[in-house]
């Protein structure tokens, strides 16, 4: 059987969202908790497999830092590591032999992926995007918009921790834990 016959089998096994634009490609929906979905590319070449998903845009700010965060993950990660396009957006890549094209090999990448996108995305957002997230729960705020989306990042807006009036909703509840 072919990889692509395979790939389509193990998705098809494991009940994952995808699509297949062309015969050895498929653009799996990772469903997540930060991050809402990671799309992830598998394609079967004739040597091995790529995995890329993407994970954030190039960070507005605080790029040292951002850059050297990724790069303390990628030492301890499996089958993929954080990377950058050429206008600086952030993918999860990696390249495995067609050999590891096995129910369990695709589904410990696939869980990798998710995990390292899925639980690394609230903290690259402060880390990278701060000073939007504080522009936009203020804008919120103002205009007595929900903002609870944004209780990941409570920390990094001061009024939040004080119950003050960022801390608030629409309705007036708090943002802490529920």
């Known amino acids: 059987m072919s990889a692509d016959e395979t790939l389509k089998e193990i998705l098809d096994e494991q009940g994952l969202e995808y699509d297949r634009p062309r015969p050895g490609?498929?653009?799996?929906?990772?469903?997540?908790r930060h991050k809402l979905a990671t799309m992830t590319?598998?394609?079967?070449g004739d040597h091995s497999l790529h995995v890329e998903a993407f994970f954030c845009r190039q960070p507005d700010e605080n790029h040292e830092e951002f850059y050297r965060w990724l790069l303390r993950k990628n030492?301890?990660?499996y089958g993929v590591a954080f990377t950058l396009d050429p206008i600086g957006d952030v993918y999860l890549v990696g390249r495995l032999p067609l050999s590891a094209v096995t129910p369990?090999?695709?589904?410990?990448?696939?869980?990798?992926?998710?995990t390292y996108s899925d639980d690394n995305f609230d903290r690259a957002l402060e880390l990278g995007f701060a000073a939007s997230i504080r522009r936009e729960w203020e804008w919120r705020v103002?205009?007595?918009e929900s903002v609870a989306n944004l209780r990941p990042f409570a920390r990094i807006l001061p009024d939040a921790?004080?119950?003050?009036?960022?801390?608030?909703?629409?309705s007036g509840s708090s943002l802490g834990p529920s």
Request: charged share 20%.
């Open 104 to 114: 369990e090999e695709i589904d410990r990448i696939l869980g990798c992926v998710l």
């Open 41 to 44: 590319w598998l394609i079967a």
């Open 142 to 144: 103002s205009r007595g």
């Open 25 to 32: 490609a498929y653009l799996v929906k990772l469903p997540g």
């Open 75 to 77: 030492g301890g990660m």
């Open 161 to 170: 921790a004080e119950g003050g009036a960022a801390g608030q909703t629409a």
